[in-house]
């Protein structure tokens, strides 16, 4: 396992997981069916070929093989702005595939920042992560998820009161102790 993917795995047990963030993940906390994949990509060409090979992994395996998937991109998409144009593109070429309503994306970034907030609020914290990635999610099995699950609705403001209790600055001092060591 490779450094970033070790990372990747710290902040899901610290963050995602350990701050109840997404209470979905637990189960696939160690299980083979969460796909980390860290991409090489350093150019645009790179960028949408890992995107579309995950994309078709996806397609091509069951939910039994391959729940979700983190795609991640350590070498490029470090400017936020730059991330949110990739985030775009890929949402589009979900659409041109005709897998709207099959895949949904979810999107981390280190310096994630909600618009209108602070960049240094407690709630981006929520989708900050220690390299830009997109989440690729099978939409059946999140809808299946959310049968289970009282209010789903209000996870975003659950995880804002969360963070917001917590402080940005001790999130702050989390996220140094994990990645800045």
């Given at each position: 396992m490779d450094k970033a993917e070790r990372e990747i795995r710290?902040?899901?047990?610290?963050?995602v997981i350990g701050l109840d963030l997404c209470p979905f993940a637990r189960p696939l906390q160690h299980s083979d069916k969460l796909r980390i994949c860290v991409s090489d990509a350093r150019t645009d060409g790179e960028l949408h070929r890992a995107f579309l090979g995950e994309l078709d992994l996806l397609?091509?395996?069951?939910?039994?093989?391959?729940?979700?998937?983190?795609?991640?991109f350590p070498h490029r998409l470090s400017e936020f702005d730059d991330f949110l144009g990739f985030l775009h593109e890929s949402q589009k070429l979900?659409?041109?595939?005709?897998?709207?309503?099959?895949?949904?994306?979810?999107?981390f970034h280190p310096r994630y920042q909600f618009e209108g907030t602070e960049p240094d609020?407690?709630?981006?914290?929520?989708?900050?992560?220690?390299?830009?990635?997109?989440?690729?999610?099978?939409?059946?099995?999140?809808?299946?998820?959310?049968?289970d699950f009282s209010q789903p609705e209000l996870i975003p403001e659950r995880n804002i009161a969360a963070l917001d209790k917590i402080g940005a600055k001790a999130l702050r001092s989390r996220w140094q102790k994990l990645f800045e060591q």
């Open positions: 710290a902040w899901l047990d610290t963050f397609q091509t395996k069951s939910d039994v093989e391959i729940a979700t998937t983190l795609l991640a979900i659409e041109s595939a005709g897998l709207e309503g099959v895949i949904q994306l979810a999107s609020a407690a709630e981006n914290y929520s989708n900050r992560s220690p390299y830009p990635i997109l989440h690729l999610l099978r939409e059946d099995m999140l809808t299946r998820s959310l049968q």
